[in-house]
Nanobody, 124 residues
Framework: VQLQASGGGLVQAGGSLRLSCTTS????????MGWFHQAPGKEREFVSA????????YYADSVKGRFTCSRDNAANAVYLQMKNLKPEDTAVYYC??????????????????WGKGTLVTVSS
């Protein structure tokens, strides 16, 4: 499974961006899909995840109410709609696929497939 995140860019605080994660190769419809970000000098952190069926989403406390994760299994794509962006959201954002379940959805080690990231920069 090859993943590619896109949609990053430079935005002012309070603005919005929509990230996309497209896939090639095998279908990801059976995988939990996750979004993680890594700010300069910091560890990679969980942002959001969505179960294979799309019936359950998970969010880091820092993005709840501002970010929405969705997926289109027919299109083999996952999205992260980000609103009310803050400077602290600045990071490289990665999408990942794996068989993460329950509490493991928050753990990057539960995802076996990763794409190249897309940079999100939020100016104050």
């Amino acid at each position: 499974v090859q993943l590619q995140a896109s949609g990053g860019g430079l935005v002012q605080a309070g603005g919005s961006l929509r990230l996309s994660c497209t896939t090639s190769g095998r279908s990801v419809s059976s995988y939990t899909m996750g979004w993680f970000h890594q700010a300069p000098g910091k560890e990679r952190e969980f942002v959001s995840a969505i179960r294979a069926s799309g019936d359950r989403t998970y969010y880091a406390d820092s993005v709840k109410g501002r970010f929405t994760c969705s997926r289109d299994n027919a299109a083999n794509a996952v999205y992260l709609q980000m609103k009310n962006l803050k400077p602290e959201d600045t990071a490289v954002y990665y999408c990942a696929a794996g068989y993460a379940i329950l509490s493991t959805v928050y753990v990057d080690g539960a995802y076996g497939h990763w794409g190249k990231g897309t940079l999100v920069t939020v100016s104050s």
